[in-house]
Antibody, heavy 121, light 107 residues
Framework: EVQLVESGGGLVQPGGSLRLSCAAS????????MSWVRQAPGKGLDWVSG????????KYADSVKGRFTISRDNSKNTLYLQMNSLRAEDTAVYYC??????????????WGQGTLVTVSS | DIQMTQSPSSLSASVGDRVTITCQAS??????LNWYQQKPGKAPKLLIS???NLETGVPSRFSGSGSGTDFTFTISSLQPEDIATYYC?????????FGPGTKVDIK
């Protein structure tokens, strides 16, 4: 059974940093790309970033480019999102999601339950 | 970026009714279109990929069609457990973009 468990969310001040983690199990982690998708309170879904199965290819939404870094440790079956220079508009539930291919392709078959990031002073 | 629109933004229907949601892309995306269901407080769930491919385990009352810029999602007979918000998503171009969602509830 595929399981994705996010952690690392919390309250952070504007300009601060946070690192999210997503622990994966139930599949061969290195064989699939992964993405982060966020959802602001009461709003829709917003794709943030994706990474290939090897970690060699990363993609970002313009809104986070230069501030967020996606990475993965295939030996630990864990996906990360390093978030720097956080803004109020980054406040959201952050989901990790499993793609259906080794490259970042965009069909997100499995999702974690999400972790809430709140950026506020 | 490719813009996705959905209509209606919300609807209320009776159990057993046929429900149809439309999704339009700002440019041709072929059939690179997914549909997700999100129940309150839960993560999204993939229902349909490639515009019309029903995912394993998803009830057959759900279906999708379309290509190019215009797509349709249908629930043939609405059930109480279908109360959710439904999102379309294009994966033809990065960044992947979602429609604003259609909230479905029971009349």
């Amino acid at each position: 059974e595929v399981q994705l468990v996010e952690s690392g969310g919390g309250l952070v001040q504007p300009g601060g940093s946070l690192r999210l983690s997503c622990a994966a199990s139930g599949f061969t982690f290195s064989s699939y790309a992964m993405s982060w998708v966020r959802q602001a309170p009461g709003k829709g879904l917003d794709w943030v970033s994706g990474i290939s199965g090897s970690g060699g290819s990363t993609k970002y939404a313009d809104s986070v480019k230069g501030r967020f870094t996606i990475s993965r440790d295939n030996s630990k079956n864990t996906l990360y999102l390093q978030m720097n220079s956080l803004r109020a508009e980054d406040t959201a539930v952050y989901y990790c999601a499993k793609d259906n291919l080794i490259a970042v392709a965009g069909t997100l078959h499995y999702w974690g339950q999400g972790t809430l990031v709140t950026v506020s002073s | 970026d490719i813009q996705m629109t959905q209509s209606p933004s919300s609807l209320s229907a009776s159990v057993g009714d046929r429900v149809t949601i439309t999704c339009q892309a700002s440019q041709d995306i072929s059939n690179y279109l997914n549909w997700y269901q999100q129940k309150p407080g839960k993560a999204p769930k993939l229902l349909i990929s490639d515009a019309s491919n029903l995912e394993t385990g998803v009830p057959s009352r759900f279906s999708g069609s379309g290509s190019g810029t215009d797509f349709t999602f249908t629930i043939s007979s609405l059930q109480p457990e279908d109360i959710a918000t439904y999102y379309c998503q294009q994966y033809d171009n990065l960044p992947f973009t979602f429609g604003p969602g259609t909230k479905v509830d029971i009349k």
